[in-house]
């Protein structure tokens, strides 16, 4: 009875953002036949719409997808198993913590995307390029995050621990990982979001291709409604690994 | 009247006097920013095989101290602690903690959580599965096997931890205040249910707790402490009919009881409140 409940609640719930969004395109749409915004900058969501089905066959947007859908992979990939491993270190040993944190957060915030051109000088004008300029942009809120999970575990929990003797791993592996796994997973989201606004960035600025290539053709012939349907996709990106890092944090923490 | 006193008779017949833990002159001074700080000093006392012993004292006397060193988590201390003759030096497998806080593993069932000492002991699945049920049911929870702690109140959240922590058949259950977070009268419900699993399983008990109701209600004797630095002022025998239920906390002899340990810890309780007030009036000057 309560499991029907709460499907029935979270289909209503995504039946509310999906009218939401519905209404807020609606709302843009009179704006700018109203003549509110200009229709030079921001072209008619209509004609984004219409403009999907041009997008997908000139553009071959399959491919461009499948190829930004994989660079934002190998990217996440990195940034998951060194993200985590070096929140680990930072955490286990308090000087480094010491001497790292601050810069690791400043990392955060700088436009690593702007640096391309370093990166094509070590890395050529490949996918690697794309995908280690993806993989650094990522790499500082899942250091921290995990830094923040494991730092913040309940110390009565590594107590139960402690009174059962349990050794290093065990600790790590049965009690400091798993406590940690919900701020982890946060800072995964954050790794995603600041990866895939750099690959897509860095794909834009090098025509190398995916999805900012696409863009930037598109914006290069001022086809506004081609440039916002090809954006389109690039939430969609974003929006499949959003459902796939949930499913998996589902699957390690089924209780979430 | 008979009746109790056969029943007392009975008890203290079969009461064995083997002790399983002893301590021995122990102290604790912790470094403090205003300088070191007593916490508890010359403590001695020992706890026979199947007793309920109870360590009752005001805030600030260094309960938590003697529950942490006792537990093996408080390494360095001056004195002796000693589990069947060994001395201490960490935890101990022979005992088995309850904390004050929520200590179940959220990410963990029920079952889970209390097959988790089971687990790291390195015990089959099946078999640790059914060791598991047998302690859940023991703390009244069969039915829950398969809840994640967020899905239970506060009162059923402790049996869990209680539950894991008898599954690892400790020698000693020591516990600190276990239902400090809970209200009276799942706090009074919960002891009940203490009492009779101490009594089912003889299991030897080191209660910690500020609760002179829950003291009087579970245990054989109660140990009061003084103010820091915590030391034993009293050690009072609770002659009170076993099995007990909550019930008995209606009893003249039980409020005999209250009366009498009330009687030795308002004057450290006072003491406490003093020494806070003075020291919040120095720290604010």
Same mark, same amino acid.
């Not at chain 1, 996440?76 to 810069?103: D, N, Q």
């Not at chain 1, 999805?211 to 409604?225: K, M």
């Not at chain 1, 349907?229 to 390690?252: D, M, N, Q, Y």
């Not at chain 2, 239902?179 to 419900?189: I, M, V, Y």
């Given at each position: ?37 200009? #229709? ?56 480094? #913590? ?151 944090? #589902? ?6 | ?55 009752i004292g005001p805030s600030g006397c ?148 500020h609760?002179i ?11 009061v402490m003084t103010f820091r630095?915590g030391?034993?002022k ?25 009366a009498?340990i009330w009687g030795d810890l308002r004057e450290e309780a006072t003491r406490g409140m003093q020494e806070s007030e003075a020291s919040a ?5």
């Open positions: 009875m309560a499991t029907q409940h709460s499907t029935q609640s979270s289909w209503a719930a995504a039946l509310f953002g999906f009218a939401v969004l519905v209404a807020a395109t609606c709302v843009v749409e009179w704006m700018l036949r109203l003549g509110l915004l200009n #229709r030079y900058i921001v072209p008619l969501p209509s004609e984004v719409m219409l403009s999907l089905p041009r997008i997908v066959i000139e553009e071959k947007i399959a491919g461009a997808f499948a190829t930004t859908f994989l660079e934002c992979f190998y990217a996440m990939l990195l940034v998951t198993v060194v993200g985590i491993l070096t929140g680990i270190l930072l955490y286990r040993f308090t000087a480094l #913590r010491a001497a790292t944190e601050t810069w690791v957060a400043a990392a955060a915030s700088a436009p690593i995307v702007l640096a391309y051109p370093l990166f094509l000088v070590v890395f050529g004008r490949t996918m690697t390029t794309i995908v280690m300029i993806g993989f650094i942009a990522g790499l500082p809120p899942v250091i921290l995050k995990t830094l923040e999970g494991l730092a913040g575990t309940r110390r009565v929990l590594v107590d139960v621990g402690r009174s059962l003797k349990l050794g290093a791993w065990q600790m790590f592996a049965k009690i400091l990982l798993p406590a940690a796994l919900p701020t982890v997973f946060v800072g995964l989201r954050l790794g995603l979001i600041f990866c895939l606004i750099n690959i897509v960035g860095v794909e834009f600025l090098i025509n190398y291709g995916g999805l900012g290539q696409v863009i930037n053709d598109r914006a290069e012939r001022y086809d506004l409604a081609g440039t916002y349907a090809a954006i389109g996709f690039v939430i969609l990106t974003s929006v499949l690994f959003f459902i796939v890092t949930e499913r998996i944090e #589902r699957w390690l923490r089924p209780q979430t | 009247m008979a009746q109790q006193d056969a029943t007392r008779l009975t008890r203290l017949a079969a009461a064995p006097t083997e002790r399983v833990l002893e301590i021995d002159n122990l102290a604790k001074q912790f470094d403090t920013p205003e300088g070191p700080l007593k916490a508890v000093d010359d403590v001695s006392f020992a706890v026979r095989r199947g007793e309920f012993l109870s360590v260094g309960k938590s101290t003697v529950f942490n060193i006792i537990g093996g988590l408080q390494a360095e201390f001056e004195g002796r602690v000693t589990i069947q003759g060994q001395p201490i030096s960490g935890p101990h497998k022979s005992i088995g903690m309850v904390f004050q806080e929520e200590s179940t593993f959220p990410w963990r069932t029920v079952l889970d959580n209390v097959c988790f000492p089971l687990e790291i002991a390195g015990m089959a699945k099946a078999k640790r599965h059914d060791k598991a049920r047998h302690f859940i049911a023991l703390v009244g929870l069969a039915g829950f096997e398969n809840r994640y702690p967020a899905e239970l109140s506060g009162g059923m959240r402790q049996r869990v931890a209680i539950a894991r922590t008898l599954a690892s058949e400790p020698t000693i259950l020591l516990m600190d205040e276990p239902f400090a977070s809970l209200d009276e009268q799942t706090r009074l419900l919960l002891g009940d249910k203490v009492l009779q699993i101490q009594q089912q399983l003889s299991q030897t008990t080191l209660l910690i707790t609760n109701t829950e003291a009087v209600q579970l245990s054989d004797r109660i140990l630095p030391r034993v009293r050690i009072v025998e609770i002659d009170l009919p076993r099995p007990r239920t909550s019930e008995i906390v209606s009893s003249t002899a039980f409020g005999r009881y209250v009498e009036r120095g720290g604010k000057g």
